[in-house]
């Protein structure tokens, strides 16, 4: 089962969201939580920190400082492979966020989650996913960015 560690910059009660590029196979052009796939090591005491860090540095350019907090773990599929998603909050951390993969992220935006708009309540997660939605953590983003005000 494929991991990925996505994380949650706290900045001001905001959260930190890319816009993954289009021609990403999973999810290409939707809003989410930075992350992706796990890289094992066995010299490594802090696996799943230790993979926070890199892939924020490598999709967005900044820092990690501090301890990184657990935050929620959930599993999807993609296809027939498994994916175990782990979420963790960061608040402090040095530079300013920048797309610094451009083959992975094309927009990065901070939102205040208590001013996002939701799915219809009636909606499952799947029926909300098929209708161009995508929720990680209880954060429903859709393609359409005018829900990131």
């Known amino acids: 089962m494929p991991g990925r560690s996505l994380m949650r910059c706290g900045k001001d009660s905001r959260i930190l969201l890319i816009q993954r590029s289009a021609e990403e196979e999973h999810a290409g052009g939707l809003y989410s939580l930075p992350g992706g796939k796990m890289e094992f090591s066995p010299d490594s005491l802090h696996v799943l920190e230790d993979n926070v860090r890199r892939e924020i ?30 979420v963790f ?17 094309s927009g990065i935006v901070w ?6 708009e939701g799915p219809d309540p009636s909606m499952d997660s799947r029926q909300y996913q098929e209708s161009g939605g995508m929720s990680y953590e209880n954060l429903f983003l859709t393609k359409n960015s005018n829900v990131l005000r």
């Open 111 to 116: 939102i205040d989650p208590g001013e996002q």
């Open 89 to 105: 909050l960061a608040t402090d951390f040095t530079g300013e966020p920048w797309i610094r993969s451009p083959e992975e992220v």
């Open 57 to 86: 540095k490598e999709e967005i350019g900044i820092t990690l400082g501090g301890e990184l907090t657990y935050v929620h773990s959930s599993t999807f599929l993609i296809g027939d492979t498994q994916v175990l998603n782990l």
